[in-house]
């Protein structure tokens, strides 16, 4: 069994999501699918993979997996630790290649099911060892993984899905549907009856979510926001408020309109109408940038999805260039760029920062230092901008410090793009402070030790070019 190898069985618009989440976090890819188009549409969805998925986070993913798409439904499973299972939704297709994985696949090796509705005991009826691992669309963006079946294949499920930065939710009892597709389904029944009924078009609807509660749901679900709205008197106070509602005409419950094709050829023109100017590579591009905006707001305060991406990024190794400390590689996001599509002035400063700030880490002067009540403080920088930088542009920058001397830090960040060329520096000056005594100190302990290690072996160094500078224009007189 290799380490670290996926098998994707079905490379639709779920597994082709899966096959960028395991790749793009360093796993080799082996990819069976029968339909002849499957590799071209699996490549379309790997290039809008690779402009949002590193854009979540401020350092590198692991390099890139190897992606192989394999006639042979043993050679896909060969050497697998990781088989997932995304062919269509029909009992008999999922029962005849769960027969197949189970016997063809390495005795380790975990096999999920994608499957959006069937239970784990409906999957293994025929003797087969699957576990479900229900994702969500598009696999490599959001976290959640919904994991229904034997207890002990779930535990090490959640494991490997953490290491490739999704969160496991084990699901405690089967039930058809699992949890946020049941959620889902009452949602979806309503806006049919509500577009049957002609209270709304599908553009109302959408706009009735994404106006209102759908801002809400990312960041604090469902209760957490009810919780929210009964103000001060919390909880009881809303359930006592709003509880009667439900026995009002509000809901038709568990009444489904009938799926006619009136209803059906209503709601695909209403949807045509809304969306048809869009291809779905392009709807996606768009969707994409707008969860990684989301989510990238989420990780501030950890919330939701947005702590899945801050511990996954932790758990990302250093990357050392010689005796130069790697402090930031990573991918230029969109939300960086100006009206005319380069990196903002803004951005240099912010990547220099995080610089800084991914060196602190380095020696120790981390989260947990400044709660303790001491920290640099940034007092001056230089930034010289050399290179225009676009989105997607890998950007790297390495850190040298120049001179360290009881509370004085002088570092020197130099930034490159991913073609090699120097695209910015910044000189940076900083001061480490006592926030108590509310005066600068020199740093003690572990940190003063990490730091002097750096500058030893920094001292041979040549002084950068660039070094020491100042705006070098005359100021008017
Ligand atoms: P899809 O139709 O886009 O993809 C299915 C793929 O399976 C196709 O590429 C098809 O060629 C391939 N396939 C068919 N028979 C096969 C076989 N015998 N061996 C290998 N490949 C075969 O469907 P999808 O939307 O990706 O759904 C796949 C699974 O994922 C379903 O179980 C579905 O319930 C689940 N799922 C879907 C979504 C979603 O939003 N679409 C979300 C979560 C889970």
């Known amino acids: 069994m290799t380490e670290r190898k996926a098998a994707v069985i079905g490379g639709g618009v779920i597994g082709g999501g899966w096959v960028a989440r395991f790749l793009l976090n360093g796993w080799d890819v082996a990819v069976y699918d029968p339909e002849p188009e499957a590799e071209r549409k699996i490549q379309e969805v790997l290039q809008n993979a ?120 084990i699901v405690r009892k089967e039930i058809d549907a699992h949890i946020a597709d049941r959620l889902l389904e009452a949602v979806w029944r309503e806006a049919l009856w509500l577009v049957k009924d002609e209270i709304a ?20 679900g469902l209760f957490e926001t009810y919780r929210v709205a009964g103000g001060e008197a919390g909880m009881k106070h809303f359930m006592a408020q709003f509880g009667p509602a439900l026995e009002w005409p509000w809901t038709k419950l568990m009444d489904v309109p009938d799926f006619t094709p009136e209803l059906v050829d209503l709601i695909a023109g209403q949807s045509d109408a809304q969306s048809g100017h869009l291809s779905i590579r392009a709807l996606e591009r768009l969707r994409d940038d707008n969860l990684v905006g989301i989510l990238r707001s989420l990780r ?23 005796v130069l400390p790697v402090t930031v590689l990573r991918q230029v996001p969109e939300t960086w760029t100006d009206y005319n599509g380069h990196m903002n002035e803004a951005h240099y400063l912010e990547a220099g920062a995080q610089a800084s700030d991914r060196f602190m880490e380095m020696i120790g002067a981390d989260a947990a230092y400044i709660a303790s009540g ?104």
């Open 201 to 220: 078009t599908t553009e109302e609807i959408d706009e009735a979510i994404r106006m209102g509660f759908g801002l809400r749901w990312a960041q604090m």
């Open 300 to 322: 501030r305060t950890k919330s939701g999805a947005g702590g899945v991406i801050v511990d996954h990024e932790a758990s990302l190794p250093p990357v050392m260039e010689s």
């Open 50 to 169: 690779r402009r949002s998925l590193p854009a979540l986070y401020d350092r590198a993913l692991p390099d890139e997996g190897h992606l192989a798409f394999q006639s042979d439904f043993g050679e896909a499973l060969d050497g697998a630790a990781w088989v997932q299972e995304s062919v269509p939704e029909r009992l008999e297709l999922k029962h005849q290649i769960h027969a197949d994985l189970t016997a063809l696949a390495p005795p380790n090796a975990i096999i999920g099911s994608s499957t959006s509705g069937f239970k784990p005991s409906e999957l293994t009826a025929q003797g087969a060892r699957v576990i479900v691992a229900h994702p969500f669309n598009p696999v490599y963006l959001l976290p959640l993984v919904e994991l229904v079946g034997e207890a002990g294949q779930c535990a090490d499920a959640a494991a490997i899905l953490r290491s490739v930065g999704m969160y496991p939710l």
């Open 374 to 477: 001491l920290s640099y403080f940034t007092v001056e920088n230089h930034v010289r901008y050399l290179a225009e930088v676009h989105a997607g542009d890998e950007l790297k920058i390495t850190t040298q410090v120049l001179a360290t001397e009881g509370k004085k830090l002088h570092l020197f960040h130099s930034m490159t793009r991913g073609d090699g060329t120097l695209a910015a520096t910044m000189e940076t000056f900083l001061l480490h402070m006592d926030f108590q005594a509310r005066k600068s100190v020199a740093p003690q302990g572990a940190v003063a030790e990490a730091l002097a290690q750096y500058a030893a072996a920094h001292r041979g160094l040549a002084m950068p070019d660039g070094a020491g500078r100042f705006v070098g224009q005359r100021a008017a007189q």
